[in-house]
């Protein structure tokens, strides 16, 4: 194995150098430039937005909200995290989808425009786009769940759920179609982060009638996939697996895990500017993470090295899809993920210099008109 890495949080992964290769014809890729003033809406396949005259930081970008923006925070446990911008105008309320039987947290900003589903990723919860709820709304409906067993979502026991694993890629993807037909009753367009991206073209293949456009943001490469581990590396890896599973190994390693410090050293990691790495951020990732049930989550997803990787899913996709990427990740290595712009429904994919592995939390600034201009361009679209 060529190196050590991490996918998700708190989770250290074994990188190998293998890659895959999608047959496409390079003749009929869309090729364009930046203007270098402007973010531009034009269809492309490989860009870096590096030559962009962009000034405004990430908190000019939440500063300049208009405080007529309604945010609806639904939180059923009746903890608010304050994680919001004090220069903004919010309305706070507390509710909670019901999906199947279980509580699902989600925010909702926007009376106006297309809709917008935000998707977290491992680890994370939907106040991880609260940089990007209030800036999107003013033109958007936009929505941000957390995923079940995430955040302040339930998290039901996976040793109680029977025999088949329940925290798959198909479970999130149902529950993303169900939330846009039950809370969204529309089609949406879905922005995801890490994981998230993997839960979103999931829930496009499932529904193709459902989504309008997919931005992922870094998507999970997972490296740690059975396939794509040499076959004398797979017996370790599923020992491994079986040791935290099924042994207080597994708790004792949460336990490492879910503290502030560990949790603000991995931020670290995968921000490249940790400045980022504020101690609000650290609350808004440690605190869901210390609610009942989330430790036998976290070992849950962890030991899961099955399920689809994002070379199957993609040419499954029938919505345009856009991959942005933070070339400075450290878990999802960014020559890797070119590839992902070889695949037909792929339009564009738009490399953000120095920027880690969190780009709608650590370069809001660059991610948000980057998603204003995808759906702009697609809002009209008849599935």
């Not at 989770?11 to 203007?35: A, E, G, Y």
Request: hydrophobic share 35%; aromatic share 10%.
């Amino acid at each position: 194995m060529a190196s050590t890495s991490s996918s998700t949080i708190g989770f250290p992964k074994l990188h190998t150098t293998q890659t895959f290769t999608h047959n496409h014809n390079l003749s009929s890729r869309k090729t364009w430039q930046l203007p270098s003033n402007s973010i531009t809406s034009k269809p492309r396949r490989s860009s870096s937005i590096s030559s962009c005259s962009i000034e405004s930081s990430a908190a000019d970008a939440v500063k300049s909200t208009s405080p007529k923006v309604r945010v609806e925070t639904c939180l059923f446990t009746g903890l608010y995290i304050d994680s919001y911008p004090k220069t903004s105008s919010f309305c706070l309320c507390c509710s909670v989808w019901n999906w199947k039987g279980y509580s699902i947290r989600y925010q909702y900003a926007g009376n106006n425009g297309p809709a917008l589903v935000l998707v977290h990723g491992f680890g994370a919860n939907s106040d991880h786009w609260r940089k990007n709820i209030p800036v999107l709304a003013e033109s958007h409906r936009v929505y941000a769940i957390d995923l079940i067993g995430y955040g302040y979502s339930d998290k039901p026991n996976p040793r109680e759920l029977g025999d088949d694993p329940f925290y798959t890629f198909e479970t999130w993807g149902s529950q993303l179609n169900d939330f846009c037909t039950d809370i969204v009753k529309d089609k949406a367009f879905f922005i995801c982060n890490s994981i998230g991206g993997l839960v979103g073209l999931q829930a496009a293949v499932i529904d193709p009638s459902i989504c309008k456009g997919i931005m992922v943001l870094n998507i999970s490469l997972r490296m740690l996939h059975i396939t794509k581990q040499p076959w004398y590396g797979r017996p370790v890896i599923r020992s491994f697996q079986n040791l935290l599973r099924n042994t207080p190994v597994g708790k004792f390693f949460f336990e490492t895990v879910a503290t502030r410090e560990s949790v603000r050293n991995i931020l670290c990691q995968c921000y490249h500017d940790t400045s980022q790495v504020t101690e609000e951020l650290v609350d808004t990732i440690l605190l869901p993470g210390l609610e009942p049930g989330a430790a036998d989550v976290f070992l849950e997803f962890i030991c899961y090295s099955d399920g689809p990787l994002p070379e199957e899913l993609l040419p499954q996709v029938k919505c345009p899809v856009v991959v942005v990427w933070g070339d400075k990740d450290p878990w999802e290595p960014i020559e890797l993920g070119r590839a992902y712009g070889e695949f037909d429904p792929v339009e564009d994919f738009i490399a953000l210099p120095g920027v880690g592995h969190c780009p709608q939390d650590e370069a809001p600034h660059l991610v948000n008109p980057l998603v204003e201009s995808f759906v702009a361009r697609h809002a009209t679209m008849s599935i």
